[in-house]
């Protein structure tokens, strides 16, 4: 019993700074710097939206948004499947020499790794365009490793049997390793997507021009724009929020199955 009501009371304080930015966005700006302090609008002002939508171009930061996080993840999908499988099935000298500098990567921390890459991007000349917010984003090491634990704990006897049948590596992949990982593909799928739209720092760095912002830069400079109207802000922040929510109630069975897949493998 006890259990249960530690849990509720962790989820009542999960919840309520995303239940409070909902409900801030629907008042009106006298009620949300109100006191003693109001939860709920006495009358939903449904129209700040508009406006906030309307007070910066999130259309264009939408479409940026979207375009870099679709894209990214498209690429690393097929990055990380065909490395996996590389790495799962394939025999090629240094293998295991190459996989293990690969993981040895993950301890660098993220920060070289920016210094790093923007300095290959300013020399490539690719700032404030869609190729730097893209092409550095389009493999991830992390997945690569927990994608090969995956695919090694298929037997090996079905690889062999395919070989028999005369059936190629890629086909074998494509066929039969996809299909059987795919919980795991989703979840590598959901959680990308959702690290390129919540990105930040990186997008900051290689843009310069308003057409090239995403959401979370455009947020930035729409609260400094927005001054005071707290109400608009949080409607603005609602906009960006809400594409992932409605994507983890759509997806949200993939996510915990691979999640505990991984956790059972691991």
Not at 57 to 78: D, K
Not at 127 to 153: G, H
């Amino acid at each position: 019993m006890v259990k249960y009501i530690i849990l509720i009371i962790g989820g009542i304080f999960t919840l309520l700074p995303f239940v409070w930015m909902i409900s801030s966005s629907l008042k009106t700006g006298s009620e949300i710097v109100r006191i003693p302090l109001v939860l709920f609008p006495e009358y939903p002002q449904f129209n700040n939206y508009v406006m906030a939508w309307e007070a910066a171009p999130f259309a264009r930061y939408m479409i940026n948004t979207v375009l870099v996080s679709v894209l990214t993840t498209i690429g690393v999908l097929i990055t990380t499947t065909l490395a996996a499988f590389a790495f799962s099935r394939l025999e090629f000298p240094g293998k295991k020499i190459v996989f293990s500098l690969l993981v040895a990567t993950l301890m660098i921390p993220g920060e070289m790794l920016i210094i790093t890459n923007f300095i290959t991007i300013t020399k490539l000349k690719w700032i404030d365009s869609y190729q730097a917010l893209i092409v550095p984003w389009l493999s991830n090491v992390f997945y690569i490793y927990l994608l090969t634990q995956f695919f090694i704990q298929v037997p090996e006897s079905l690889y062999l049997a395919a070989k028999v049948d005369k059936c190629s590596d890629f086909k074998y992949m494509v066929n039969i390793m996809v299909p059987i990982n795919k919980n795991a593909l989703v979840t590598i799928a959901i959680l990308n997507f959702i690290g390129s739209w919540n990105s930040f720092m990186w997008p900051l760095l290689v843009t310069n021009s308003q057409n090239m912002r995403l959401l979370s830069n455009g947020l930035i400079r729409f609260q400094t724009e927005a001054g005071s109207s707290y109400e608009l802000i949080m409607a603005a922040s609602c906009i960006l929020v809400m594409p992932i929510v409605l994507l983890y109630i759509f997806l949200r069975r993939h996510i915990i199955e691979g999640v505990v897949m991984g956790g059972i493998k691991g």
